[in-house]
């Protein structure tokens, strides 16, 4: 199956510098990228998604880079600010046979903003 | 308002003694999917569903039982409960398989198995 893995695990930044989150997967056929925001003691949601189409999307101070060649992307945040603080995960979809539809997760990245 | 729900939010148990999480969801998803997130593993699926009666095995199915027999609920049983399944899971849904699908979470159960 697909594997997908996140760095850095931890990332610390002062408030309006930015951040960057780096994931790789291994399959090729992986075709849907998103990427989920956990604050403290709540669920993951969706902050952006990008399709192996695009090569880079944007929504206001994040976007999200592809590299289909090399089996990367990234996560940038611009001009941080203290309440994006949270846990991120990268995850990759693939529409490939068995594993139809399954989303695998990187193990995270502890995002701390210091004002 | 669409949402996935599931109950109990908080279990604290002893060994062996069967629980069921519940999980529901109003959106008329097809997929639905369990994972336990545990500190410094991230998030992995135990079991997850494409649609009514369909199930598979995700990474970490070892000890858990799931059942679809309707497609909002995909309930999550632990026949005998041990210590090693004490975690925060999750039940996660979305509208297909294919494609760019976003998978909707729960609010989270914590559990402890004393």
């Known amino acids: 199956g697909e594997n997908v893995e996140q760095h850095p695990s931890t990332l610390s930044v002062q408030e309006g510098d930015s951040a960057v989150i780096k994931c790789t997967y291994s399959?090729?056929?992986?075709?849907?990228f998103p990427w989920y925001k956990q604050e403290l003691g709540k669920r993951p949601q969706l902050i952006i998604d990008?399709?192996?189409?695009?090569g880079e999307k944007k929504d206001q101070r994040i976007a999200v880079t592809l590299n289909k060649t090399a089996k990367h992307f990234s996560l940038h945040i611009t001009e941080t600010q203290p309440e994006d603080s949270a846990v991120y995960f990268c995850?990759?979809?693939?529409?490939?046979?068995?594993?139809?539809?399954?989303?695998?997760f990187g193990r995270g990245t502890q995002l701390t903003v210091w004002p | 308002e669409a949402q996935v729900t599931q109950n109990p939010r908080y279990l604290i148990t002893v060994t062996g003694k069967k629980l069921t999480v519940t999980c529901s969801q109003n959106?008329?998803?097809?997929?639905m999917s369990w994972y336990r997130q545990d500190p410094g593993l991230g998030l992995r699926q135990i079991y997850y569903?494409?649609?009514?009666?369909?199930?598979d095995k995700g990474d970490v199915p070892e000890g858990y039982k799931v059942s679809r027999k309707e497609k909002r609920n995909f309930p999550l049983i632990l026949e005998s409960p041990s210590p090693n399944q004490t975690s925060l899971y999750f039940c996660?849904?979305?509208?297909?398989?294919?494609?760019?699908?976003?998978?909707?979470f729960g609010p989270g159960t914590r559990l402890t198995v004393l």
């Open positions: 995850a990759a979809k693939t529409d490939r046979g068995s594993t139809l539809g399954r989303l695998y």
């Open positions: 959106m008329n998803h097809e997929y």
């Open positions: 569903s494409m649609n009514v009666e369909v199930t």
């Open positions: 399959d090729s056929a992986s075709n849907y």
């Open positions: 996660a849904s979305s509208s297909g398989t294919s494609g760019g699908n976003e998978q909707f």
């Open positions: 990008i399709r192996s189409n695009v």
